[in-house]
């Protein structure tokens, strides 16, 4: 049966981020799968999804960042199927430790993944295109552990501070000279 360590989604539960449909689509990955769901975070919908959790879900309500980061490090998978979303941090934290990441084309994602080489951008957040992706970085072992190495060298080439404070400096130029 493949195995993934842990899927984890962290977020703050809100409406966007389908905390609850995830534990559903987690159910069905147990069936066929042996893997472990870990949801960091707290928020309005924390209560609705631990009364109705699928064994195998781990929910930790509001970690601290080192206790966050430390289930990140374990994790094979890094999933957050969202709406909306800025350059989201966990995203970029996820990618330093070379994780295989299960996202949407939203905010700065795209800047960091492309589909099907450095992770998965879903099409939508649907509970089947999320299942399926899940599946795919599963079964696919050697697309899970080459995304994720793939990913931690586009964070360390691309996102280092420096690169951003220089970007930042020539967006300020050009600003000016307009």
């Known amino acids: 049966m493949p195995y993934a360590k842990a899927g984890v989604q962290i977020d703050q539960s809100t409406q966007e981020n389908r905390r609850s ?33 699928p064994e195998d879900v781990i929910l930790t309500g509001q970690l601290s960042y080192s206790d966050s980061l430390a289930i990140l490090k374990e994790a094979d998978i890094f999933v957050l199927p969202t ?61 899970r552990i080459s995304s994720g190495e793939l990913v931690k060298q586009i964070v360390k080439t691309e996102f280092t501070w420096l690169k951003s404070a220089t970007r930042l400096v020539e967006i300020s130029k050009e600003m000016s000279r307009q």
């Not at 987690?26 to 924390?46: A, H, N, Q, R, T």
């Not at 084309?105 to 399926?132: A, Y």
Request: one cysteine or more; a negative charge.
């Open 21 to 53: 449909k995830n534990a559903q689509i987690f159910s069905e990955l147990k069936k066929s799968y042996d893997v472990v769901l870990v949801m960091v975070g707290s928020g309005p919908l924390y209560d609705r999804v631990g009364d109705s959790k």
């Open 83 to 143: 709406y909306s979303e800025g350059f989201s941090t966990v995203t970029l934290e996820a990618a330093a430790f070379g994780r295989c990441i299960v996202t949407t084309p939203t905010g700065g994602n795209t800047e960091l993944i492309e589909n099907m080489t450095s992770g998965i951008l879903l099409d939508n957040i649907s509970p089947k295109s999320i299942l399926e992706a899940l599946e795919y970085a599963i079964v696919n072992t050697t697309f």
